[in-house]
């Protein structure tokens, strides 16, 4: 048994994180907060309220509480990983009860020079530097596109539902690229199941890659599924790899429903960089030898014809 800190987790990978490891009672979850804990709520795992910029006090919480192993969960964005996450590693390294990190990352492999699209990218990388530097054994999460931005809400997430390159409710897609290069989609519980299962492995990959992946498909064969488990014919359009790189996106009916949080412009910038990631190869995340797929055979995570079939089904 090791004791756990979730950094971020009230967000949304957080939140999963730690429901699934409340399933479990070989290690305890403790939860990191910017907020005071609300005395009204019952929280599924201690937790604590923390300040960042304090290394020497994140320093001391992590050996009162004898953290063995740090998971952060933050958002991509500047100050969480400028700040937080930086003095969370630093803490991480100077605590004598800490030996793994996990990075923020619950994504696709991020390209460095992907910096010039995604600024904020640039505090990941930064990070991940920190963390070759310390003494602490890591690993980043690499798991793809969430499949459940393709579910309805009925599907259990806590990520609010978006639309991105299918909009299966209105029968639409606007496909990046020419819709044959292999995605990789995983759920989130997936995710943060075989996250759990591996905090029980000796060792993490030299690698410092955690890889999942939940099911590995083309969006032309995603769509050709939709259609088929829907019963409905789709309207397809595909945006070129020069649209994409404009920062430009073929607009779905889904997306002007977060239009009200996310500009159409600026959702638009930030959509085309993920999609042309994917249309580029980037968005596969390689399943076999030392994947955690590979070293718990015994999850079976959520396909996307299994979603389509009980969410979708016609």
Do not use: C
């Amino acid at each position: 048994m090791v004791n756990v800190a979730i950094a971020g987790g009230t967000g949304a990978v957080g939140r999963t994180l730690i429901e699934v490891l409340a399933t479990q009672t070989k290690h305890q979850a403790f939860i990191l907060s910017r907020k005071a804990p609300n005395p009204e709520e019952a929280p599924l795992a201690p937790t604590f309220e923390v300040d960042y910029t304090n290394v020497d006090a994140l320093k001391t919480f992590l050996e009162e509480h004898d953290i063995h192993t740090v998971i952060s969960a933050f958002g991509i964005t500047a100050t969480s990983l400028a700040t937080s996450q930086l003095n969370l590693i630093k803490a991480a390294d100077l605590s004598s009860a800490t030996k793994r990190f996990i990075p923020s990352s619950f994504a696709m492999r991020y390209p460095e020079d992907g910096v010039a699209l995604l600024p904020p990218l640039e505090h990941y990388f930064t990070s991940l530097r920190a963390l070759s530097n310390t003494n602490l054994e890591y690993a980043a999460v690499h798991n793809g596109t969430f499949l459940e931005y393709f579910a309805p809400p009925a599907l259990k997430s806590h990520h609010p539902h978006s639309t991105i390159v299918l909009d299966i409710a209105h029968a639409a897609a606007a496909i990046p690229g020419d819709g044959n290069t292999p995605v990789t989609f995983t759920y989130t519980f997936d995710v943060a199941r075989y996250v759990v299962a591996a905090l029980d492995l000796p060792t993490w990959p030299a690698d410092h890659e955690l890889r999942i992946v939940g099911d590995e498909l083309t969006f032309n064969e995603f769509v050709r599924l939709a259609e088929e488990i829907k019963g409905e014919k789709f309207s397809v359009v595909y945006d070129d790899v020069e649209k994409l790189g404009r920062s430009e996106i073929s607009e779905l009916p889904g997306h002007k429903a977060s239009y009200a949080q996310f500009p159409k412009e600026r959702l638009q910038w930030f959509l085309s960089i993920f999609e042309l990631w994917m249309a580029t190869g980037l968005g596969k995340v390689e399943g076999g030898k030392g994947s955690l797929n590979e070293l718990f055979p015994e999850i079976k995570p959520l396909t996307a014809r299994e979603m389509l079939e009980k969410y979708w089904k016609a």
